[in-house]
Protein backbone atom coordinates (compact mmCIF):
# COMPACT_ATOMS: atom_id res chain seq x y z
CA UNK A 1 0.00 0.00 0.00
CA UNK A 2 2.84 2.17 0.86
CA UNK A 3 4.33 2.26 -2.63
CA UNK A 4 1.10 2.15 -4.57
CA UNK A 5 0.64 5.63 -2.43
CA UNK A 6 2.99 7.44 -2.79
CA UNK A 7 3.02 7.10 -6.61
CA UNK A 8 -0.63 8.43 -5.81
CA UNK A 9 0.38 11.36 -4.25
CA UNK A 10 3.72 11.79 -6.11
CA UNK A 11 1.83 15.33 -7.90
CA UNK A 12 0.85 16.54 -4.43
CA UNK A 13 2.82 19.13 -2.65
CA UNK A 14 4.28 17.38 0.23
CA UNK A 15 3.36 20.04 3.04
CA UNK A 16 1.54 16.88 5.12
CA UNK A 17 3.43 14.02 7.33
CA UNK A 18 0.82 11.20 6.36
CA UNK A 19 0.23 8.48 8.32
CA UNK A 20 0.71 5.27 6.47
CA UNK A 21 -2.64 4.44 5.94
CA UNK A 22 -5.08 4.61 2.76
CA UNK A 23 -8.62 5.95 4.21
CA UNK A 24 -11.62 3.96 2.25
CA UNK A 25 -14.83 4.05 4.54
CA UNK A 26 -16.15 5.54 7.75
CA UNK A 27 -19.18 5.34 9.93
CA UNK A 28 -20.02 5.78 13.53
CA UNK A 29 -16.92 5.81 15.52
CA UNK A 30 -14.93 3.81 12.88
CA UNK A 31 -12.87 3.96 9.67
CA UNK A 32 -11.34 1.43 7.36
CA UNK A 33 -8.07 1.55 5.32
CA UNK A 34 -7.81 0.23 1.72
CA UNK A 35 -7.01 -3.26 3.52
CA UNK A 36 -10.32 -3.66 5.27
CA UNK A 37 -8.74 -2.72 8.26
CA UNK A 38 -10.50 -1.69 10.99
CA UNK A 39 -9.70 1.39 13.45
CA UNK A 40 -11.52 3.26 16.45
CA UNK A 41 -11.02 6.94 15.38
CA UNK A 42 -10.77 9.17 18.24
CA UNK A 43 -9.33 12.47 15.94
CA UNK A 44 -12.92 13.12 14.62
CA UNK A 45 -11.14 14.63 11.54
CA UNK A 46 -9.53 16.68 13.93
CA UNK A 47 -12.44 17.28 16.17
CA UNK A 48 -14.56 17.38 12.45
CA UNK A 49 -16.48 14.59 12.36
CA UNK A 50 -18.24 15.08 15.76
CA UNK A 51 -21.40 13.12 14.71
CA UNK A 52 -19.29 10.66 13.53
CA UNK A 53 -18.43 9.49 10.05
CA UNK A 54 -21.38 9.84 7.58
CA UNK A 55 -24.16 11.05 10.09
CA UNK A 56 -27.12 9.44 8.87
CA UNK A 57 -29.45 12.87 8.88
CA UNK A 58 -26.80 14.64 7.49
CA UNK A 59 -25.86 12.05 4.38
CA UNK A 60 -30.15 12.63 3.68
CA UNK A 61 -30.18 16.25 4.00
CA UNK A 62 -26.72 16.73 1.88
CA UNK A 63 -28.25 14.03 -0.49
CA UNK A 64 -31.63 15.84 -1.28
CA UNK A 65 -29.86 19.34 -1.99
CA UNK A 66 -27.22 17.21 -4.48
CA UNK A 67 -30.34 17.06 -6.72
CA UNK A 68 -31.59 20.28 -6.61
CA UNK A 69 -29.30 22.86 -6.69
CA UNK A 70 -25.03 23.21 -5.40
CA UNK A 71 -24.14 26.60 -6.12
CA UNK A 72 -25.34 29.81 -6.71
CA UNK A 73 -22.97 32.19 -5.09
CA UNK A 74 -24.33 35.10 -2.96
CA UNK A 75 -25.45 37.18 -5.01
CA UNK A 76 -28.66 35.35 -4.26
CA UNK A 77 -31.15 34.19 -1.51
CA UNK A 78 -29.90 31.35 -0.07
CA UNK A 79 -32.38 30.17 2.31
CA UNK A 80 -30.35 26.97 4.18
CA UNK A 81 -27.71 30.10 4.25
CA UNK A 82 -30.33 31.63 6.47
CA UNK A 83 -31.61 29.14 8.53
CA UNK A 84 -28.13 28.16 9.49
CA UNK A 85 -27.40 31.74 10.52
CA UNK A 86 -30.92 31.78 12.51
CA UNK A 87 -29.78 28.44 14.24
CA UNK A 88 -26.64 29.60 15.34
CA UNK A 89 -27.74 33.43 16.35
CA UNK A 90 -30.55 31.73 18.42
CA UNK A 91 -28.18 29.51 20.25
CA UNK A 92 -25.56 32.05 21.20
CA UNK A 93 -25.65 35.54 21.67
CA UNK A 94 -24.85 36.67 18.48
CA UNK A 95 -26.63 38.73 16.25
CA UNK A 96 -25.39 38.24 12.61
CA UNK A 97 -23.18 35.88 10.53
CA UNK A 98 -20.61 35.54 7.91
CA UNK A 99 -20.06 32.54 6.08
CA UNK A 100 -17.08 31.08 4.84
CA UNK A 101 -15.11 27.81 3.85
CA UNK A 102 -12.87 27.33 6.65
CA UNK A 103 -11.81 28.21 10.44
CA UNK A 104 -8.43 30.18 8.93
CA UNK A 105 -10.65 31.97 6.52
CA UNK A 106 -13.63 32.30 9.38
CA UNK A 107 -10.81 34.03 11.56
CA UNK A 108 -9.45 36.43 8.98
CA UNK A 109 -12.79 37.44 8.81
CA UNK A 110 -12.29 38.74 12.79
CA UNK A 111 -9.15 40.01 11.85
CA UNK A 112 -10.63 42.16 9.01
CA UNK A 113 -13.49 42.76 10.88
CA UNK A 114 -11.49 43.89 14.02
CA UNK A 115 -9.57 46.25 11.90
CA UNK A 116 -12.43 47.84 9.82
CA UNK A 117 -14.33 48.55 13.26
CA UNK A 118 -11.14 50.33 14.26
CA UNK A 119 -11.07 52.11 11.41
CA UNK A 120 -14.45 53.25 10.47
CA UNK A 121 -15.77 53.30 13.75
CA UNK A 122 -13.25 53.95 16.33
CA UNK A 123 -10.60 56.51 14.30
CA UNK A 124 -8.18 54.37 14.63
CA UNK A 125 -6.03 54.09 11.56
CA UNK A 126 -3.15 51.62 12.36
CA UNK A 127 -4.87 49.22 14.83
CA UNK A 128 -3.30 46.26 16.58
CA UNK A 129 -4.59 43.29 17.37
CA UNK A 130 -3.31 41.01 19.97
CA UNK A 131 -3.17 37.45 20.46
CA UNK A 132 -1.31 34.97 22.96
CA UNK A 133 1.64 32.58 22.69
CA UNK A 134 0.91 29.32 21.83
CA UNK A 135 -1.88 29.64 19.94
CA UNK A 136 -2.75 28.67 16.51
CA UNK A 137 -5.23 30.45 14.33
CA UNK A 138 -4.85 29.36 10.93
CA UNK A 139 -1.99 28.95 7.88
CA UNK A 140 -2.76 32.10 5.94
CA UNK A 141 -0.86 35.30 6.02
CA UNK A 142 -2.87 36.61 8.15
CA UNK A 143 -3.96 33.71 10.53
CA UNK A 144 -0.09 32.36 10.87
CA UNK A 145 0.87 36.12 11.42
CA UNK A 146 -2.09 36.18 14.37
CA UNK A 147 -0.44 32.45 15.35
CA UNK A 148 2.05 33.03 18.00
CA UNK A 149 4.12 30.05 17.18
CA UNK A 150 7.76 30.39 15.76
CA UNK A 151 7.75 27.10 13.69
CA UNK A 152 4.22 27.95 11.80
CA UNK A 153 5.81 31.44 11.63
CA UNK A 154 9.09 30.22 10.04
CA UNK A 155 10.28 31.16 6.71
CA UNK A 156 7.50 33.39 5.64
CA UNK A 157 8.74 36.49 6.60
CA UNK A 158 7.74 39.63 5.92
CA UNK A 159 5.01 38.87 8.27
CA UNK A 160 1.78 41.09 8.47
CA UNK A 161 2.30 44.16 10.69
CA UNK A 162 -0.41 45.22 13.43
CA UNK A 163 0.05 41.97 15.53
CA UNK A 164 1.24 41.97 19.14
CA UNK A 165 1.17 38.77 21.13
CA UNK A 166 0.85 37.93 24.90
CA UNK A 167 1.72 35.42 27.10
CA UNK A 168 -1.62 33.06 27.40
CA UNK A 169 -2.90 32.60 31.27
CA UNK A 170 -0.91 35.93 32.38
CA UNK A 171 -2.83 37.89 34.39
CA UNK A 172 -0.18 41.18 35.02
CA UNK A 173 0.23 40.65 30.92
CA UNK A 174 -3.18 42.35 30.64
CA UNK A 175 -1.81 45.95 31.64
CA UNK A 176 -0.63 46.31 28.29
CA UNK A 177 -4.25 46.21 26.86
CA UNK A 178 -5.08 49.14 29.44
CA UNK A 179 -2.61 51.20 27.96
CA UNK A 180 -2.42 50.91 24.39
CA UNK A 181 -4.71 53.29 22.58
CA UNK A 182 -4.38 51.92 19.23
CA UNK A 183 -5.87 47.64 20.32
CA UNK A 184 -8.52 47.14 18.29
CA UNK A 185 -9.22 43.79 19.31
CA UNK A 186 -8.28 40.54 20.76
CA UNK A 187 -8.47 36.72 19.61
CA UNK A 188 -7.74 33.97 21.57
CA UNK A 189 -8.37 30.30 22.07
CA UNK A 190 -10.43 29.65 25.09
CA UNK A 191 -8.97 25.83 24.96
CA UNK A 192 -5.95 25.82 22.58
CA UNK A 193 -5.86 23.32 20.85
CA UNK A 194 -2.77 22.60 18.14
CA UNK A 195 -1.05 24.62 21.10
CA UNK A 196 -0.98 22.11 23.58
CA UNK A 197 -4.54 21.47 24.71
CA UNK A 198 -4.42 24.31 27.18
CA UNK A 199 -7.72 25.57 28.89
CA UNK A 200 -7.61 29.07 30.12
CA UNK A 201 -7.84 30.32 33.55
CA UNK A 202 -11.62 31.82 34.29
CA UNK A 203 -9.63 34.90 36.53
CA UNK A 204 -7.23 35.27 33.53
CA UNK A 205 -10.82 35.43 30.94
CA UNK A 206 -13.02 37.61 33.46
CA UNK A 207 -9.90 40.44 34.04
CA UNK A 208 -9.54 39.85 30.00
CA UNK A 209 -13.07 40.45 29.43
CA UNK A 210 -13.22 43.42 31.90
CA UNK A 211 -10.38 45.20 30.19
CA UNK A 212 -11.78 44.49 26.47
CA UNK A 213 -15.23 46.31 27.81
CA UNK A 214 -14.32 49.08 29.72
CA UNK A 215 -11.43 50.43 26.64
CA UNK A 216 -13.64 49.10 23.54
CA UNK A 217 -11.37 46.35 22.16
CA UNK A 218 -13.52 43.84 20.63
CA UNK A 219 -13.49 40.52 22.30
CA UNK A 220 -12.89 37.85 19.39
CA UNK A 221 -12.66 33.77 20.78
CA UNK A 222 -11.54 31.58 17.95
CA UNK A 223 -13.59 28.57 18.77
CA UNK A 224 -12.96 26.69 15.52
CA UNK A 225 -11.92 23.36 17.21
CA UNK A 226 -13.17 23.86 20.72
CA UNK A 227 -16.83 24.64 19.48
CA UNK A 228 -20.13 22.86 17.87
CA UNK A 229 -20.40 21.08 21.43
CA UNK A 230 -16.80 19.52 21.27
CA UNK A 231 -16.16 20.98 24.89
CA UNK A 232 -19.52 20.14 26.54
CA UNK A 233 -21.46 23.10 26.04
CA UNK A 234 -22.09 24.04 21.96
CA UNK A 235 -19.39 26.66 22.03
CA UNK A 236 -16.82 27.17 25.03
CA UNK A 237 -17.74 31.04 26.14
CA UNK A 238 -20.54 29.51 27.75
CA UNK A 239 -18.96 27.75 29.98
CA UNK A 240 -16.81 31.03 31.13
CA UNK A 241 -19.62 33.38 32.12
CA UNK A 242 -18.85 36.28 29.56
CA UNK A 243 -20.22 37.30 26.02
CA UNK A 244 -18.04 37.76 23.47
CA UNK A 245 -18.12 40.26 20.10
CA UNK A 246 -17.19 38.09 17.60
CA UNK A 247 -16.65 33.90 17.41
CA UNK A 248 -15.49 31.52 14.69
CA UNK A 249 -16.44 28.49 14.31
CA UNK A 250 -15.70 25.71 11.56
CA UNK A 251 -14.29 21.92 11.99
CA UNK A 252 -17.37 20.05 13.67
CA UNK A 253 -20.36 22.78 12.24
CA UNK A 254 -20.73 20.97 8.98
CA UNK A 255 -20.10 17.34 9.79
CA UNK A 256 -16.88 17.55 7.54
CA UNK A 257 -18.46 19.07 4.49
CA UNK A 258 -15.97 23.05 4.42
CA UNK A 259 -17.63 25.71 6.05
CA UNK A 260 -16.57 27.93 8.18
CA UNK A 261 -18.54 31.02 9.88
CA UNK A 262 -17.74 34.16 12.21
CA UNK A 263 -20.78 35.57 14.47
CA UNK A 264 -20.80 38.56 16.09
CA UNK A 265 -22.58 41.25 17.74
CA UNK A 266 -24.62 43.72 16.20
CA UNK A 267 -22.17 46.75 17.30
CA UNK A 268 -19.22 44.75 16.11
CA UNK A 269 -20.77 43.72 12.95
CA UNK A 270 -21.46 47.54 11.71
CA UNK A 271 -17.82 47.26 11.06
CA UNK A 272 -19.07 45.27 8.01
CA UNK A 273 -20.68 46.87 5.16
CA UNK A 274 -21.92 45.63 1.26
CA UNK A 275 -18.74 44.96 -0.61
CA UNK A 276 -16.05 45.42 2.40
CA UNK A 277 -15.80 41.41 2.51
CA UNK A 278 -16.94 38.06 0.78
CA UNK A 279 -16.66 34.42 -0.81
CA UNK A 280 -17.51 32.79 -3.53
CA UNK A 281 -18.12 29.66 -1.82
CA UNK A 282 -18.90 30.78 1.26
CA UNK A 283 -22.51 29.94 2.82
CA UNK A 284 -23.16 27.37 -0.04
CA UNK A 285 -26.03 25.40 -0.42
CA UNK A 286 -24.19 22.37 0.51
CA UNK A 287 -22.07 23.16 3.16
CA UNK A 288 -25.22 25.08 4.98
CA UNK A 289 -27.44 22.72 4.14
CA UNK A 290 -24.83 20.19 6.39
CA UNK A 291 -24.62 22.60 8.50
CA UNK A 292 -28.29 22.92 9.41
CA UNK A 293 -28.73 19.25 9.42
CA UNK A 294 -25.81 18.88 11.93
CA UNK A 295 -27.69 21.65 14.79
CA UNK A 296 -30.66 19.87 14.38
CA UNK A 297 -29.10 16.87 14.87
CA UNK A 298 -27.61 17.85 18.26
CA UNK A 299 -31.56 18.98 19.06
CA UNK A 300 -32.99 15.95 18.42
CA UNK A 301 -30.01 13.23 19.72
CA UNK A 302 -29.46 15.40 22.90
CA UNK A 303 -26.08 15.35 21.78
CA UNK A 304 -24.72 17.78 24.44
CA UNK A 305 -25.61 15.82 27.08
CA UNK A 306 -24.33 12.32 25.54
CA UNK A 307 -20.62 14.33 25.29
CA UNK A 308 -21.23 15.71 28.66
CA UNK A 309 -21.07 12.59 30.30
CA UNK A 310 -18.78 10.91 27.76
CA UNK A 311 -16.00 13.34 28.54
CA UNK A 312 -16.24 12.96 32.23
CA UNK A 313 -15.98 9.10 31.76
CA UNK A 314 -13.33 9.46 29.26
CA UNK A 315 -11.43 12.62 31.42
CA UNK A 316 -11.68 9.79 34.80
CA UNK A 317 -10.32 6.85 32.90
CA UNK A 318 -7.74 8.87 32.00
CA UNK A 319 -6.69 9.74 35.20
CA UNK A 320 -6.95 6.30 36.29
CA UNK A 321 -4.56 5.75 33.70
CA UNK A 322 -2.06 9.14 34.59
CA UNK A 323 -1.99 7.26 38.05
CA UNK A 324 -0.96 3.71 36.90
CA UNK A 325 1.81 5.15 34.57
CA UNK A 326 2.78 8.08 36.12
CA UNK A 327 6.26 8.25 34.91
CA UNK A 328 4.91 8.51 31.23
CA UNK A 329 1.96 10.61 31.67
CA UNK A 330 2.50 13.88 33.54
CA UNK A 331 -1.04 15.37 33.82
CA UNK A 332 -4.88 15.05 31.88
CA UNK A 333 -6.06 18.58 30.88
CA UNK A 334 -8.63 19.68 28.59
CA UNK A 335 -12.57 20.22 28.52
CA UNK A 336 -15.10 17.80 27.32
CA UNK A 337 -14.57 15.99 24.98
CA UNK A 338 -11.26 17.91 24.16
CA UNK A 339 -7.88 16.10 25.73
CA UNK A 340 -5.15 15.97 26.46
CA UNK A 341 -2.38 14.17 27.86
CA UNK A 342 0.86 15.78 28.92
CA UNK A 343 3.73 12.61 28.72
CA UNK A 344 6.87 12.47 29.81
CA UNK A 345 7.88 10.77 26.46
CA UNK A 346 7.58 11.95 22.75
CA UNK A 347 4.02 11.77 22.10
CA UNK A 348 4.63 11.49 18.58
CA UNK A 349 5.40 7.67 19.83
CA UNK A 350 2.46 7.31 21.47
CA UNK A 351 0.55 7.75 18.30
CA UNK A 352 2.35 5.41 16.39
CA UNK A 353 2.04 2.85 19.05
CA UNK A 354 -1.94 3.12 19.33
CA UNK A 355 -2.38 3.02 15.61
CA UNK A 356 -0.29 -0.11 15.23
CA UNK A 357 -3.33 -1.36 17.63
CA UNK A 358 -5.67 0.17 15.52
CA UNK A 359 -6.68 3.11 17.57
CA UNK A 360 -6.19 6.77 15.94
CA UNK A 361 -5.22 9.72 18.15
CA UNK A 362 -2.97 13.13 17.16
CA UNK A 363 -0.38 14.69 18.82
CA UNK A 364 -1.17 18.93 20.15
CA UNK A 365 2.87 19.40 20.32
CA UNK A 366 6.23 17.23 21.05
CA UNK A 367 5.08 15.97 24.72
CA UNK A 368 1.17 16.30 24.27
CA UNK A 369 -1.34 13.32 22.66
CA UNK A 370 -4.89 14.91 22.11
CA UNK A 371 -7.63 12.59 22.19
CA UNK A 372 -10.94 13.70 19.87
CA UNK A 373 -13.29 10.93 20.09
CA UNK A 374 -16.57 11.85 18.11
CA UNK A 375 -19.53 13.09 20.43
CA UNK A 376 -21.81 10.59 19.70
CA UNK A 377 -19.18 7.49 21.30
CA UNK A 378 -20.36 5.34 23.80
CA UNK A 379 -18.88 3.85 27.10
CA UNK A 380 -17.86 0.53 25.32
CA UNK A 381 -15.86 2.30 22.86
CA UNK A 382 -14.25 4.81 25.76
CA UNK A 383 -13.36 1.31 27.29
CA UNK A 384 -11.90 -0.51 24.24
CA UNK A 385 -9.71 2.80 23.79
CA UNK A 386 -8.92 2.76 27.49
CA UNK A 387 -7.90 -0.98 27.21
CA UNK A 388 -6.11 0.02 24.37
CA UNK A 389 -4.21 2.80 25.77
CA UNK A 390 -3.12 0.95 28.78
CA UNK A 391 -1.84 -1.79 26.49
CA UNK A 392 0.07 0.79 24.50
CA UNK A 393 1.51 2.59 27.39
CA UNK A 394 2.86 -0.93 28.67
CA UNK A 395 4.21 -1.44 25.50
CA UNK A 396 6.31 1.84 25.94
Sequence with gaps: ???????????????????????????????????????????????????GHVPDSVKEAVSEQLENLWHCSNLYYIPSQEKLAQLLTGKTCFDQVFFCNSGAEANEAAIKLARRYANKIKGIKDPTIVTFTHSFHGRTLGTLTATAQKKIQDGFSPLMPGFTYLPYNDLDALSYLAHNSHCAGVLLEL????????????????????????????????????????TGTLYAYEQYGIEPDVLTSAKGLGSGFPIGAMLAKSAAAKGFEPGSHGSTFGGNPLATTAGVATLETFDKEDILSKSNENGKYLSEQLSGLKDKYKKLIVSVRGKGLLLGLETAIPAADV??????????????????????????????EIDAFIQTMDLALSQL
Excluded at 1 to 6: E, G, R
Excluded at 212 to 223: A, Q, S
Excluded at 352 to 376: C, D, F, Q, S, Y
Design 351 to 380: VTKMRENHVLILTAGEKVVRILPPLTTNKE
Design 1 to 51: MLDSQTSLLSSVMPTYKRFPIEMKKGKGSYVWDADGTKYLDFTSGIATCNL
Design 191 to 230: VQGEGGVIPADQDWVNELHRICKENDILFMVDEVQSGVGR
